[in-house]
């Protein structure tokens, strides 16, 4: 396994921690105010969190995917990273 696809699986470690949180915030607000947009925002949360750890999953297991090309991984690991800034962004403006 590369570097850059460490690098990718760390960040959707630290991804799928801030969509727990992100999702937990918005589970406890539709059981507060029972809005269908919060409803909403749990399953895309929980959607994200299944999409992240597939991908943590993928990462160990197929990484032929990526071995041959280290541009391929450099992409990879910046669009992780790019994820991580967006929910970074948006579990501090939840949980404000």
Same mark, same amino acid.
């Given at each position: 396994m590369g570097p850059w696809i460490l690098v990718a699986t760390a /960040?959707?470690?630290v991804?799928?921690?801030f969509l727990l949180v992100l999702t937990l915030i918005w589970v406890r607000n539709y059981r507060t105010f029972g809005s269908e947009m919060t409803a909403g925002l749990a399953v895309f949360g929980g959607a994200m969190i299944l999409e992240? /750890?597939?991908a943590i999953y993928f990462f160990f297991s197929s990484g032929m995917l990526y071995v041959d090309s280290h541009?391929?991984?450099q992409l990879v690991a910046s669009l992780r990273a790019l994820q991580t800034v967006?929910?970074?962004f948006l579990t501090y403006v939840t949980a404000k």
């Open positions: /960040l959707s470690v991804n799928v921690s992240n /750890l597939v541009r391929v991984q967006a929910l970074a």
